[in-house]
């Protein structure tokens, strides 16, 4: 009688609500068992979660650890919950290992979590320097910190997958300030730095069968969003979240997404384009303007021109 393989692992952050939660469930029914990282392990729990300095807010916001670890269960995975805080290094560290240890792999890792606090919607001259260092050792440095942990041993089991969940905000400015329909600095800046890694990781490990991938969720309606970011002008329309977890399970599980490793994944169109969750009528005009960067579109043409030998150095293109 034979035995059966066993089954695969995916470690998702900020999995207790929204976006995390939807792909912790999405990938237990495509088969994965899942550790789940956050800081809210039980619903009711209270924590100042203001996006801004100007104000205090520690409402309880719906979703836990506890209840998605449910979600998982009822999809047929085994979740494994696993309390951590972005800026509580050890803490990601320990979740990572502890993973490690009860299953013996990960195949995949959603890096889905960013920093909650004040200095989010701020503009730069109301907004401390700590606030700043915050958002990128949250954004940045921990993915860096749990890939640290879990990407060799993914290596040494013979490939895996990375998802980062980027922005908009990652590869364009808002055209207005943080409090009038932008954001702040600190999550522009840490976000575009975000962005480069899965490209850095793909170019230094797709040859030891890693899979890098940035997400790009566009605008998604979340439980968070409904109490904190519609006092700014966002999070009372989007998309569900269940979109992105579709997309990212196909990602996880698809040869057909091998052509798409190593870029920028719009997860609304790929969703749609592929139907991957139906009932889901499809992506929304946007209703902000944002002013995207097109520098390297911009140096890619320029250079084309010259290995064409249809122009010099000038920096005007038609």
């Not at 205090?56 to 979740?79: H, K, M, Q, Y």
């Not at 968070?224 to 569900?240: K, S």
């Amino acid at each position: 009688m034979g035995t059966s393989a066993p089954r695969r692992v995916a470690f998702v952050t900020g999995a207790s609500r929204g976006i995390g939660k939807a792909c912790a469930v999405a990938l237990a029914r495509a088969g994965f068992d899942v550790a789940l990282s956050a800081r809210t392990v039980a619903e009711g729990e209270t924590r100042e979660h203001s996006a801004t300095v100007r104000a205090s807010d520690t409402r309880p916001i719906p979703g836990s650890l506890a209840a998605t670890a449910e979600l998982v269960g009822a999809a047929g995975g085994d979740a494994f919950v696993l309390p951590a805080d972005l800026l509580d290094r050890s803490s990601l560290e320990g979740a990572a290992t502890a993973a490690l240890e009860r299953w013996g792999r990960i195949d995949v890792i959603v890096h889905n979590a960013r920093y909650i606090g004040p200095g989010h919607m701020d503009r730069f001259l109301d907004t401390p320097i700590e606030l700043i260092e915050r958002q990128l050792e949250a954004n940045v440095i921990a993915p860096l910190a749990i890939d640290r942990v879990l990407l060799p041993a993914m290596i040494a089991g013979g490939g895996g997958t990375i998802v980062d969940i980027t922005s908009a905000a990652a590869y364009a400015d808002p055209t207005h300030p943080a409090g009038d329909g932008g954001w702040g600095l600190g999550y522009g800046a840490s976000k575009a730095a975000f962005h480069r890694i899965a490209g850095f990781l793909d170019v230094e490990h797709r040859g030891d069968g890693i899979r890098c991938f940035n997400v790009q969720p566009g605008v998604i309606a979340t439980e968070r969003g409904a109490i904190d970011a519609v006092q700014f002008g966002f999070g009372d329309w989007g998309a569900p979240p269940e979109v992105v977890g579709a997309v990212v399970a196909w990602l996880a599980t698809s040869a057909e997404a091998d052509g798409l490793i190593g870029t920028t994944v719009e997860a609304q169109f790929v969703c749609a384009e592929r139907g991957l969750l139906p009932g889901w009528p499809g992506p929304e005009p946007a209703r902000g303007v944002l002013r995207y960067d097109t520098s390297a579109e911009r140096l890619r043409t320029l250079e084309e021109r010259l290995l064409d030998g249809a122009g010099g150095g000038g920096d005007s293109v038609s």
